[in-house]
């Protein structure tokens, strides 16, 4: 197991915190609280975990129509 602060896990997944805490919340994503720390520095999430529900999600769509709009690399 990997474990990262909560922060550096957003940053990691390339979400925010809400949608991290409700991750986690719903026990898709595996985290651990340290007692006795602060609220902000407390969360320790597991990446792999967050690697596992990545990995479980469905492909992306390939066809342009099924992007949203205006979303496009550059």
Same mark, same amino acid.
């Given at each position: 197991? *990997? ?6 896990? =957003?940053?990691?997944?390339?979400? +925010?915190? &809400? ?7 719903? +026990? $898709?994503? *595996?985290?651990?609280? /340290? ?5 902000? &520095? #407390?969360?320790? /999430?597991?990446?792999? !975990? /967050? @690697?596992?529900?990545? @990995? #479980?999600?469905?492909?992306?769509? $390939?066809?342009? !129509?099924?992007?949203?709009? +205006?979303?496009? =690399?550059?």
């Amino acid at each position: 197991m *990997r474990w990262a602060k909560r922060l550096a896990a =957003c940053k990691y997944a390339d979400i +925010g915190k &809400t949608k991290l805490d409700e991750l986690i919340g719903k +026990g $898709l994503i *595996r985290a651990k609280k /340290v007692p006795g720390s602060s609220p902000n &520095t #407390s969360v320790y /999430v597991d990446l792999d !975990s /967050v @690697d596992q529900y990545f @990995d #479980s999600l469905p492909d992306a769509p $390939l066809q342009k !129509s099924e992007f949203p709009d +205006g979303e496009r =690399c550059r």
